[in-house]
Structure formats: C-alpha cells, structure tokens
C-alpha cells in the first residue's frame, strides 16, 4: 500500500475525478423510395457502414418493407459524415436516397 502525496506544504494532496458524461448518439437512417435500385442500398451499406451482406440485405429488406432502416449510431459528427456519405454516393449515380441522423 503506498503512503498518501504531501504537497510542499506536507499537506496530504487530494484527487478529484470528475465523470465525463459519454456523448450522445444519434441513429444514421435510411429512408425508402421508389427509385432507387436494393443492390445500391446494400452496397451502400457494406462500403459505409461495414456491415457483411447479410447484414446489409436485412437492412435493405427493412428500408424497403417498412419504409426506413437503421444503419447504426454513432456520436453527431461521425452520423452527420456518413449520411452525408450516403447522400452524396447517390446523387454522384441519379438516385434519390435519402438518408437523415435522428437522436437515439
């Protein structure tokens, strides 16, 4: 066991921690229309948002079936960059995807 820091004043030192508070998340969603083709989803969503082809294909089917899927959540600066990733991926090949950030 070591023995308590004195300052210069032999006065034993105290450490405050203080917690940091985690930042929040918010969710990358991407929004179904009629235009744009399943595979570009899911190659969209293998080649931003890591996600194996399954993974990538249950995603699209949720885009698809219920009119938006989650890709993943992130801290403000990381999910505003991928859906902005996304957006600009789809106006580069014509396709009017939509992709938007929501707080979790």
């Not at 820091?5 to 032999?10: A, D, T």
């Not at 106006?91 to 995807?97: G, Q």
């Not at 939509?98 to 979790?104: A, F, G, S």
Request: with cysteine; proline share 5%; charged share 25%.
């Amino acid at each position: 066991m070591s023995k308590p820091k004195k300052n210069s004043e032999g006065q034993v030192a105290t450490v405050e921690k203080t917690k940091v508070a985690k930042p929040p998340l918010y969710a990358v969603v991407i929004l179904n229309d009629d235009y744009t083709p399943m595979d570009f989803v899911v190659h969209v969503l293998i080649r931003f948002f890591q996600m194996t082809e399954e993974k990538a294909i249950q995603v699209m089917l949720s885009v698809h079936t219920q009119g938006r899927g989650v890709c993943g959540q992130y801290t403000k600066e990381i999910a505003e960059t991928k859906a902005k990733q996304v957006m600009d991926l789809a106006e580069v090949n014509e396709y009017p995807l939509q992709c938007r950030i929501e707080t979790v």
